[in-house]
């Protein structure tokens, strides 16, 4: 029989709201008077990006990217594939990264540094979750939600095989079942 690889609740929505409305206050004053644009990457911030525009109190855009992870392939930054680039320029913008879940940093390392070539006025990063134990690229995060162990997480955008984004809640996730 399959088991059911969900886990119990391990920041219920209530928690996540509470601090996304923090975080969107925070945005909302260190940009004050500034061209801001929010970049979500897809598809796991895409929740998060949701909520947490509607507590940001300053005008501000929107845009996503979506980036091929490097699954299996040992931190090679070749690996990384953007499959969904910027609609609109970033050249002279305070960008801000919405990322669901900042692990490895591999991925928004290698992000970071292809941006830069735009020519932004800024690049930020806004994490809801920080898994900072499993760091291998040094990243800077203005803004984080939660500090995190190394445990899997659901819910809330984030997805094990595609499932469980649409969790109000985060779950922890058995990925060995
Ligand atoms: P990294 O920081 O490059 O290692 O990759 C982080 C990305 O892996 C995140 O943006 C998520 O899409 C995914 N990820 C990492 N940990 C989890 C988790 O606990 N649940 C769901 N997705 C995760
Ligand atoms: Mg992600």
Redesign the pocket.
């Known amino acids: 029989m399959k088991m059911d690889p969900l886990g119990e609740v391990y920041l219920s929505a209530k928690e996540i709201q509470g601090r996304v409305k923090e975080l969107g206050k925070m945005i909302s004053a260190a940009y004050r008077d500034k061209e801001l644009v929010l970049l979500g ?1 897809l598809k ?2 895409f929740v998060f990006m949701a909520d947490l525009i509607r507590y940001i109190e300053i005008p501000h855009s929107l845009d996503f990217m979506s980036i091929s ?2 699954e299996g392939v040992e931190g090679s930054p070749e690996a990384v594939k953007i499959l969904k680039d910027l609609d609109e320029s970033i050249t002279g913008k305070n960008v801000l990264i919405v ?11 290698y992000l970071i540094r292809h941006l830069e070539a735009r020519n932004p006025e800024s690049i930020r990063i806004c994490t809801l ?1 920080d ?1 900072s134990i ?1 760091r ?1 690229v040094p990243l800077p995060i203005d803004f984080t939600g939660f500090d995190i162990p190394d ?4 819910g809330y955008g ?3 095989r595609q499932l469980y984004r649409n969790l109000p809640s985060l779950h922890l ?1 058995d990925v060995r079942v």
């Not at 445990?151 to 659901?154: A, E, G, L, T």
């Open positions: 990457i796991g911030s992870s490097y990322e669901d879940i900042i692990d490895t940093g591999l991925t928004l390392g979750l898994r499993r291998i445990v899997f997480v659901v984030m997805d094990y996730c």
